[in-house]
């Protein structure tokens, strides 16, 4: 079942931005947007951003998320040790009728 | 507070059965779609399944689509997995997750649950 495609890995320094991005294609992403989540192993994943960029109660200013066509992002700013971490991306497609993530993002914070 | 509770993971042979349960609570159960997604060791996180929140309407990954069912106790505030048929690469964590009332997202998620499919 086709994914989104996230890279793999992103590595940034202490207080800069990282931007992830999640591509998809008029089927999911580009239909309704994508979701982004962070996951620490060990824990649950965490809801960072709605598919319509909304940020749950509670969720720093500091994760924005956008989209642009099919493409989705997730922007960080001011980059802390503990956002180092694995993101994902979700969407629901429309020709599948199901929920489909990404591959994760390995975000490392030097 | 939202609480997940997933439960019935365990080792189980190749070809065998195994029915996960969530026990939902601190919200209206009967108001929100619930869905299971699963991580396999070293993986990334895999969507598995979804229903309605009348439990009339359930979503596949095509992986599982004929092997595993999902069902839902709104009286009982429970959510099921049942998973026939089970394969070496169905071993997995497998995460109970509650949906946004407007479906933008996985709200809520438990602390997972462990499927290990090995003779």
């Known amino acids: 079942q086709a994914g989104l495609t996230q890279p793999p890995s992103v590595s940034k320094g202490l207080r800069q931005t990282a931007t992830l991005t999640c591509t998809g294609n008029?089927?999911?992403?580009?239909?309704?947007?994508a979701a982004w989540h962070q996951h620490h192993q060990g824990h649950p994943p965490k809801l960072l951003s709605y598919?319509?960029?909304n940020r749950p109660s509670g969720i720093s200013e500091r994760f924005f998320a956008s989209r642009s066509g099919n493409i989705a992002s997730l922007t960080i700013t001011g980059l802390q040790p503990d956002d180092e971490a694995d993101y994902y991306c979700s969407a629901w497609d429309s020709s599948l009728s199901a929920w489909v993530f990404g591959g994760g993002t390995k975000l490392t914070v030097l | 507070e939202v609480q997940l509770l997933e439960s019935g993971g365990g080792l189980v042979q190749p070809g065998g059965s195994l029915r996960l349960s969530c026990a939902a609570s601190g919200f209206t159960f009967s108001n929100y779609a619930m869905t299971w997604v699963r991580q396999a060791p070293g993986k990334g996180l895999e969507y598995v399944s979804s229903?309605?929140?009348?439990?009339?309407?359930?979503y596949y990954t095509s992986s599982v689509k004929g092997r595993f069912t999902i069902s839902r106790d709104n009286f009982g505030n429970t959510l099921y997995l049942q998973m026939d048929s089970l394969r070496a690469e169905d071993t997995a964590l497998y995460y109970c997750v509650k949906e946004d009332i407007n479906y933008d997202g996985f709200e809520y998620w438990g602390q997972g649950t462990l499927v290990t499919v090995s003779s």
């Open positions: 229903i309605s929140t009348s439990g009339d309407r359930a």
């Open positions: 598919r319509n960029n």
């Open positions: 008029r089927n999911n992403v580009g239909n309704q947007g």
